[in-house]
């Protein structure tokens, strides 16, 4: 088995020109891997901590050469001469050097890069496509006890008994269905509408191929219709989605689906539409302030309500973050209302984080989660919580963040672990890009 022989890290910039890591990793037989890690702007309270400088001087206080110094002078000494195919102990290992809950000590940010290129050098090491390496330690994952997981990687063992309803083993490598951006708002594009994103899902094409192409052929429709309707068809927000000055959120979805319909295909049967609300950015702890929206104030209550009249009246198959991340009760009962009609999926509610997950699976809150491996901080982990919402039949959607690289491990990732979706943002962005041909690649190789 090859042995960890060097670790190194770096800073360099992402897609909105801010400071992250990047970690290289050399073995003893010659392989490497690098990985980068990835930055959101929308964050929930729940996720690992994002190290950064705090120094006024650099970036505007947003370096990150402590969590890079961290990878050199911390990580590495402790990682040199570990198997590095063994994903599980080193992960372990990294959690362990750490030793908080939140990866505040080190910083999440230093401790994935290190966790990403470990899993790229394994692969390369074994001279093996990284989906299929990745594969090999999802199977591997979900086939070990739990009791035991849990103690390598610091969780407490779960308390409630789940049955498996689709063990992951029983999955191969496949390709997922792509949730891509059109119209964007929120923190992600100025706040000029209350949701944070407008996204489509080529539901109905027969493959990976066709359905990015209609993908490509609503963006550019509804780019003209914006234009023609005299808003803004170029403006883009962080994830590439068009940034227009509409009056309220219901337009934005009504010109995404005229989008469709221009584009020569059918609404809900070809192309569907998904929300992502991220409704804890505007929710002030009684209220959700709907401020682009004639600043209305919305009880739980209130915003359910208005969720249902959307999905009567849109072909809507998907809304994320509905409800605020510690809102649980609303969140049980926007699950009641909706859970049997459309996927609900609980971002800042779940941050990718097992305890977090294993709640909702008790409360019976939302139905879907979305993966981000930042918001968790090793790749072990993020694992794990795919596993836990395997066994529960949540749906998983493998997702980018807003501040991205040219690093494509999520595309493997969602790949390698069968998860259903990837959400990676729009088509017209070098960062994104990258993923969606890597996908293309993929597709190739599978002879999908």
Same mark, same amino acid.
């Given at each position: 088995?090859? @042995?960890?022989?060097?670790?190194? $890290?770096?800073?360099?910039?992402?897609?909105?020109?801010?400071?992250?890591?990047?970690?290289?990793?050399?073995?003893? !037989?010659?392989?490497?891997?690098?990985?980068?890690?990835?930055?959101?702007?929308?964050?929930? =309270?729940? &996720?690992?901590?994002?190290?950064?400088?705090?120094?006024?001087?650099?970036?505007?206080?947003?370096?990150?050469?402590?969590?890079?110094?961290?990878?050199?002078?911390?990580?590495?000494?402790?990682?040199?001469?570990?198997?590095?195919?063994?994903?599980?102990?080193?992960?372990?290992?990294?959690?362990?050097?750490?030793?908080?809950?939140?990866?505040?000590?080190?910083?999440?940010? $230093?401790?994935?890069?290190?966790?990403?290129?470990?899993? #790229?050098?394994?692969?390369?090491?074994?001279?093996?496509?990284?989906?299929?390496?990745?594969?090999?330690?999802?199977?591997?994952?979900?086939?070990?006890? &739990?009791?035991?997981?849990? @103690?390598?990687?610091?969780?407490?063992?779960?308390?409630?008994?789940?049955?498996?309803?689709?063990?992951?083993t029983t999955f191969g490598p496949r390709l997922p269905l792509p949730m891509t951006n059109m119209i964007s708002g929120g923190l992600h594009a100025g706040g000029n509408l209350d949701f944070q994103d407008v996204l489509i899902l080529p539901v109905g094409a027969p493959n990976y191929r066709t359905g990015l192409e209609w993908?490509?052929?609503?963006?550019?429709?509804?780019?003209?219709?914006?234009?023609?309707?005299?808003?803004?068809?170029?403006? /883009?927000?962080?994830?590439?989605?068009?940034?227009?000055?509409?009056?309220?959120?219901?337009?934005?979805?009504?010109?995404?689906?005229?989008?469709?319909?221009?584009?020569?295909?059918?609404?809900?049967? !070809? /192309?569907?539409?998904?929300?992502?609300?991220?409704?804890? #950015?505007?929710?002030?702890?009684?209220?959700?302030?709907?401020?682009?929206?004639?600043?209305?104030?919305?009880?739980?209550?209130?915003?359910?309500?208005?969720?249902?009249?959307?999905?009567?009246?849109?072909?809507?198959?998907?809304?994320? !973050? *509905?409800?605020?991340?510690?809102?649980?009760?609303?969140?049980?009962?926007? =699950?009641?209302?909706?859970?049997?009609?459309?996927?609900?999926?609980?971002?800042?509610?779940?941050?990718?984080?097992?305890?977090?997950?294993?709640?909702?699976?008790?409360?019976?809150?939302?139905?879907?989660?979305?993966?981000?491996?930042?918001?968790? *901080?090793?790749?072990?982990?993020?694992?794990? =919580?795919?596993?836990?919402?395997?066994?529960? *039949?949540?749906?998983? /959607?493998?997702?980018?963040?807003? *501040?991205?690289?040219?690093?494509?491990?999520?595309?493997?990732?969602?790949?390698?672990?069968?998860?259903?979706?990837?959400?990676?943002?729009?088509?017209? @962005?070098?960062?994104?890009?990258?993923?969606?041909?890597?996908?293309?690649?993929?597709?190739?190789?599978?002879?999908?």
């Amino acid at each position: 088995m090859s @042995r960890i022989a060097e670790i190194q $890290a770096r800073e360099i910039l992402d897609s909105r020109g801010l400071p992250t890591v990047e970690v290289d990793i050399r073995v003893d !037989d010659g392989a490497w891997g690098r990985a980068s890690v990835p930055s959101g702007a929308s964050t929930g =309270t729940a &996720e690992a901590l994002e190290l950064r400088d705090d120094d006024a001087n650099r970036y505007d206080g947003r370096g990150v050469s402590r969590a890079v110094e961290n990878v050199r002078s911390a990580i590495g000494p402790a990682l040199v001469g570990h198997a590095v195919e063994d994903q599980l102990t080193l992960d372990a290992r990294l959690i362990e050097l750490d030793g908080t809950e939140n990866k505040s000590r080190l910083g999440a940010n $230093a401790l994935l890069g290190v966790s990403l290129a470990a899993a #790229h050098a394994a692969a390369a090491s074994r001279d093996v496509p990284l989906y299929r390496h990745l594969h090999e330690l999802t199977t591997q994952l979900f086939q070990a006890d &739990e009791g035991d997981l849990c @103690r390598q990687l610091a969780i407490p063992a779960p308390t409630m008994h789940r049955v498996s309803r689709s063990p992951a083993t029983t999955f191969g490598p496949r390709l997922p269905l792509p949730m891509t951006n059109m119209i964007s708002g929120g923190l992600h594009a100025g706040g000029n509408l209350d949701f944070q994103d407008v996204l489509i899902l080529p539901v109905g094409a027969p493959n990976y191929r066709t359905g990015l192409e209609w993908i490509v052929r609503v963006y550019r429709r509804l780019g003209e219709l914006l234009k023609a309707s005299g808003y803004e068809g170029r403006l /883009v927000g962080d994830e590439g989605g068009f940034g227009p000055r509409l009056p309220d959120n219901d337009s934005a979805i009504e010109m995404v689906t005229r989008a469709i319909e221009a584009a020569r295909l059918r609404p809900g049967a !070809d /192309v569907a539409i998904a929300l992502d609300v991220a409704s804890t #950015h505007f929710y002030d702890g009684s209220h959700y302030r709907l401020a682009a929206t004639g600043d209305a104030r919305l009880t739980n209550q209130e915003m359910i309500e208005q969720l249902v009249a959307l999905v009567d009246r849109y072909p809507i198959v998907s809304i994320e !973050d *509905g409800l605020a991340e510690e809102d649980w009760s609303g969140w049980q009962e926007l =699950t009641r209302r909706l859970g049997d009609r459309v996927r609900l999926v609980g971002d800042d509610l779940f941050a990718t984080n097992p305890r977090r997950v294993r709640r909702g699976i008790g409360e019976q809150t939302a139905n879907a989660v979305l993966i981000k491996v930042n918001q968790i *901080g090793t790749l072990a982990e993020t694992l794990y =919580t795919m596993r836990i919402a395997q066994e529960a *039949g949540y749906t998983r /959607v493998v997702s980018a963040r807003s *501040g991205e690289t040219e690093d494509t491990t999520i595309a493997d990732l969602a790949v390698g672990a069968a998860g259903e979706q990837i959400k990676i943002g729009s088509i017209v @962005r070098s960062e994104r890009l990258v993923k969606y041909n890597r996908l293309l690649r993929i597709a190739e190789e599978l002879g999908e």
